[in-house]
């Protein structure tokens, strides 16, 4: 079992900074692989980005290369998105997601999903 809660979302002017954190339960996380997903209204979630197990390999979506930073640290059972350069496409509410088979760019892959955390950027 495994329950994520998605925190650090907020209001922000764009070219401004947020770091996003998705606290998991359980003591397995390091077993398992993270990613984030955004979901802007009317618009299909989309993969922002994603990281290994081992926390050593990460990916990212085109449209975050650059500005966005995927992280983990197992000791605190914490994934992070640091992002940066924000612009107002990157509107969205922020999904953290977490699956035991590997990493993947698709959202019906991960099994376990938090509730989303509101991120809005103006200009």
């Known amino acids: 079992q495994m329950q994520l809660v998605e925190s650090g979302g907020g209001l922000v002017q764009a070219g401004g900074s947020l770091r996003l954190s998705c606290a998991a339960s359980?003591?397995?996380?390091?077993?398992?692989?993270m990613a984030w997903f955004r979901q802007a209204p009317g618009k299909e979630r989309e993969f922002v980005a994603a990281?290994?197990?081992?926390?050593?390999?990460?990916y990212s979506a085109d449209s975050v290369k650059g500005r966005f930073t995927i992280s983990r640290d197992n000791s605190k059972n914490t994934v992070y998105l640091q992002m940066n350069s924000l612009k107002p496409e990157d509107t969205a509410i922020y999904y953290c997601?977490?699956?035991?088979?590997?990493?993947?760019?698709?959202?019906?892959?991960?099994?376990?999903w938090g509730q989303g955390t509101q991120v809005t950027v103006s200009s």
């Open positions: 997601a977490a699956d035991n088979s590997g990493v993947s760019t698709i959202s019906w892959s991960y099994r376990y």
């Open positions: 359980g003591r397995t996380f390091s077993s398992y692989a």
């Open positions: 990281i290994r197990r081992s926390g050593g390999s990460t």
